[in-house]
């Protein structure tokens, strides 16, 4: 038996394109409504993804009766209060990495999800890729043995004119936006919190924001 979920897109940017047409491979799942702060912003992504409602306040998307869970995909400084906003009004969440800026942010929205037994998750999609689904199969198994050791590293080129990377207004930086996932990585071989953290790396002279970061984490295993 399938469950059909009607779809809120809350931020009608490029990632949440990405989505939503991945989105339209998922049995049982349907778009319903799509909000950005400009309406005709809206409209255009409604248009391209046949969305019906187009909102221009992210409240009435998440006031919308039809609206079973929101996704949220606007800037990163963002998905903390979009994330409460969808929450009280009671609707589940699925909200673009990182989840917040920090731990007390965090704390705030698994509160709220907690007390209402609502859904929240961060969308770390490299957690389901084939590849990495095995890997997680593997270790289940044990047929690797005991992992003492776990190097994973990722970069990329941004452009220089790529406001949400440099500005540490727009919760710029290479940790926040790519660093999230090596790091999630070890959190997913380990599934345990590290006793000890240190890390190095290059602050921008303008924004002050990380440019490139080495984090080792000390695990007990």
Not at 23 to 36: D, F, K, M, T
Not at 105 to 116: F, P, T
Request: aromatic share 8%; glycine share 8%; proline share 3%.
């Amino acid at each position: 038996m399938s469950t059909s979920l009607k779809w809120g897109i809350l931020g009608c940017g490029r990632i949440s394109n990405d989505f939503v047409m991945g989105l339209q491979l998922v049995q049982g799942a349907h778009v319903v409504a799509c909000a950005s702060r400009d309406l005709s912003t809206a409209q255009t992504f409604g248009q391209t993804h046949d969305i019906a409602t187009c909102y221009d306040t992210y409240e009435a998307l998440c006031a919308d009766p039809a609206v079973d869970i929101v996704y949220i995909g606007t800037l990163h400084t963002l998905h903390h209060p979009h994330a409460l906003l969808a929450l009280k009004h009671n609707k589940h969440v699925l909200v673009e990495k990182p989840i917040a800026m920090n731990e007390h942010q965090l704390s705030q929205i698994v509160a709220i999800a907690r007390e209402k037994q609502l859904f929240l998750m961060e969308a770390m999609w490299t957690r389901f890729f084939p590849a990495v689904r095995r890997v997680r199969k593997l270790l289940k198994q044990g047929i690797l043995g005991q992992i003492h050791c776990v190097k994973a590293d990722m970069g990329f080129a941004f452009a220089a004119n790529a406001d949400r990377i440099w500005k540490r207004s727009l919760g710029g930086g290479g940790l926040l936006d790519i660093g999230i996932y090596p790091l999630a990585f070890v959190s997913m071989v380990f599934d345990e919190e590290p006793v000890h953290v240190h890390a190095t790396g290059e602050i921008s002279k303008d924004e002050s924001v990380d440019i490139y970061a080495v984090v080792t984490l000390h695990i007990r295993v």
